[in-house]
């Protein structure tokens, strides 16, 4: 008897056993499924979040560019409401002498900041100045192909005074707008002139070919000298450092055209 009365209580604890194990089992599964639930109910709002944060990024701002573009040759006011109509933004280049960062700021400097303040990021800018002839620029090997929209060049003029002839210096200018081209079809160029100098005769004639270079190419062309003193006027010179470059003044008259053709302000 005793020994049938071991049998069934060893029987009885395995049943016991199993039948705790497999409840056990049951319990840690139903606990899981509101964990999951849980998890994913909560990775919603963060999956909206970012929506809307990519939403945000797109808007852009509401800029008055009938009115900033005013003033600019049609050519170039078309690229600027071709790139809004796009979604895209306008890449502009400044490309010049050195003479663009002379000043306290430079006329590059104080352009870019006007653009940036009036497009409100619509327009990116790039500064590219060289110490040297229009030769010697395309020598260089500058990197022109990276899908520049509005060119804005100086093409070296008084640098290329007494080393490089009127027509070759036309030609470069070519040159570099081809390069230009090759990477945005519909790019356009404006030309303007390096600054002015007292007694200026031979470079006076070159300043003069440029503009009428432009006109035959049909390029824009901003006659910043129509805002200094005549070349024949000693106050030129107070705008004007000891050797000819634009000192704080003259970059501020230099800018101010400029920003006037390119914001219509």
Not at 18 to 39: D, H, I, N
């Amino acid at each position: 008897m005793k020994k049938l009365g071991m049998l069934l209580s060893i029987v009885l604890c395995g049943i016991i056993l199993v039948f705790s194990y497999t409840s056990w089992k049951e319990k840690l599964a139903s606990a899981g499924k509101p964990a999951e639930q849980s998890s994913t109910s909560s990775a919603a709002p963060v999956e909206e979040t970012e929506e809307d944060t990519d939403v945000a990024s797109d808007e852009t701002v509401d800029i008055d560019l009938e009115a900033l573009t005013a003033s600019m040759d049609p050519q170039v006011q078309e690229v600027f409401f071709n790139r809004k109509e796009q979604g895209e933004k306008v890449q502009f280049l400044i490309v010049g002498s050195e003479a663009m960062d002379e000043g306290q700021p430079g006329y590059a400097e104080l352009l870019s900041d006007a653009l940036e303040s009036s497009y409100a990021g619509f327009v990116e800018t790039e500064v590219m100045p060289f110490d040297g002839t229009s030769e010697e620029f395309l020598m260089s090997g500058p990197e022109l192909s990276a899908g520049y929209d509005v060119v804005l060049m100086e093409p070296f003029t008084l640098k290329n005074n007494g080393v490089v002839e009127i027509e070759t210096e036309h030609v470069h200018i070519q040159n570099v707008f081809g390069e230009i081209l090759s990477a945005e079809s519909d790019a356009e160029l404006v030309l303007h002139p390096p600054q002015p100098i007292y007694g200026a005769q031979f470079y006076q004639t070159q300043v003069n070919a440029l503009q009428q270079f432009a006109e035959m190419r049909n390029y824009a062309y901003i006659d910043h000298w129509a805002e200094w003193p005549s070349t024949e006027d000693l106050t030129l010179k107070e705008y004007l450092t000891e050797d000819s470059n634009p000192n704080n003044t003259g970059a501020a008259v230099w800018a101010d055209a400029l920003i006037a053709y390119f914001t219509g302000s």
